[in-house]
């Protein structure tokens, strides 16, 4: 489905508009965006479109478009939740098992799609996978996918999974998209007690033959909620244990440093917080493929935030900054280090109280939660500042249906959305 067509563009000259279907692409029937990725590399397209009319079928219509560079200047239409394959699994850590009731409806969506590994970096899980689909993937180059594997052990993996109805064993299926050139990178939740210690690193060990189609394995510590009602028991990784793990992962990463030419192994930025270790340098990150997995994305934002400030000049407005608990000290932090004084920019750690307190991250802070925790708050300056990150969907509304506009009516001050950026967090606190 097209959902835009840019005016003057290839595809507005040729009779796109918002609303078509496009079903064929010189005469290859088209059943997504990446079939139609795949198909419309020619210079010349030959589009077959089904055109909705008002009160009539779809009419059918053909068209031709001539390509002028890479940009056609359409955009596709994401794909409707019905469209979208989702899990089957119920794995023993899965977050939407975790979040409570009320919430969008939207949120409460497992999806296991490899379209979506494609195409915006999801994690999937290969288990659910048809034959045809993985003919496909190896067909069209889908790569790189996003794997989650969690264990290479079958007996645990199908543990951790919540004991699919097909096989857990992920090592074949990983062999078999390597043999075909499919480049991947593989994620390990890690759960203290199920796939730490001697699990996670046989899993590491039986992953690293895979390098380089295996190109980076991600190890990220478990979410967990405080609505974990009849789940299995599970724990969060402590400090004295993610200051253990950062010393093995910098050992793994040495060798296989020397043996790979990769570092391969990469832990989440919450690990080396909590162990409160310092991050590795940027060079570390290897050009940073998986920042958004949470991999990096602290030491890329730290250092732009340095060669930003050195560009900044100005009087800084009086402000909150609204972020996590987990990130808060480092935040304070950097502002005082440009020279923003704490009396004017504060900095404010916002509890989780919709999810629990285990949970840090601004992405998930709700408006309520930014509310309760600014509402005693004396003085909030000219306004608060909340990361985009924690608004979903178009609409940009928090995770509680809360808009900023509702947010700025509690709180009697201006909320103004900044991007996770350096740069636009200065500009916000500059008012530029």
Known sequence: ????????????????????????????????????????????????????????????????????????????????????????????????????????????????????????????????LAEAELARIVEQRLSPLYVSVHATDPALRHRLLGGPRGSAEILPRLERLAKAGIRMHAQVVLCPGWNDGAHLERTVAELAPLHPHVATTAI??????????????????????A????????????????????RFVFLADEIYLLANRPLPPAGAYEGFPIAEDGVGLVRRFEDGFARAGARRRGRARAVTVVTGELFAPRLARLLAAAGLAPARVRVAAVPNELFGRAIGVA??????????????????????????????????????DRTPADLARDLGVGVEVVEPAPGALLRAIHGA
């Open 220 to 241: 990220v510590p478990v979410g967990l909620t405080r609505h974990r009602e009849r789940l299995p028991a599970l724990r969060s990784l402590a400090a004295d244990e």
């Open 243 to 262: 200051r253990s793990l950062v010393a093995t992962a910098e050992a793994w990463q040495r060798g296989f440093l020397a043996t790979l030419g990769s």
């Open 363 to 400: 992405g998930l802070l709700t408006g309520g939660d930014i509310q309760r925790a600014l509402a005693a708050r004396p003085e909030l300056g000219e306004a608060v500042l909340v990361p985009a990150v924690a608004l979903r969907d178009v609409g940009g509304v928090f995770l509680d």
């Open 1 to 128: 489905m097209v959902a835009a067509v840019r005016a003057g563009s290839p595809a507005a000259r040729g009779g796109l508009v918002a609303g078509d279907r496009i079903v064929a692409v010189n005469a290859q029937p088209v059943r997504d965006a990446i079939d139609f990725q795949f198909h419309a590399g020619s210079a010349r397209l030959e589009l077959a479109v089904e055109r909705a009319a008002c009160g009539a079928p779809a009419a059918s219509v053909r068209l031709a478009l001539a390509r002028r560079g890479p940009d056609l200047g359409l955009e596709l239409a994401a794909p409707r939740p019905g469209e979208i394959a989702t899990c089957a699994n119920k794995c023993v850590f899965c977050f939407v098992h975790q979040l409570p009731k009320g919430l969008r409806r939207s949120l409460y969506v497992k999806d296991d799609d490899f379209r979506l590994s494609f195409l915006h970096g999801n994690y999937i899980t290969l288990t659910d």
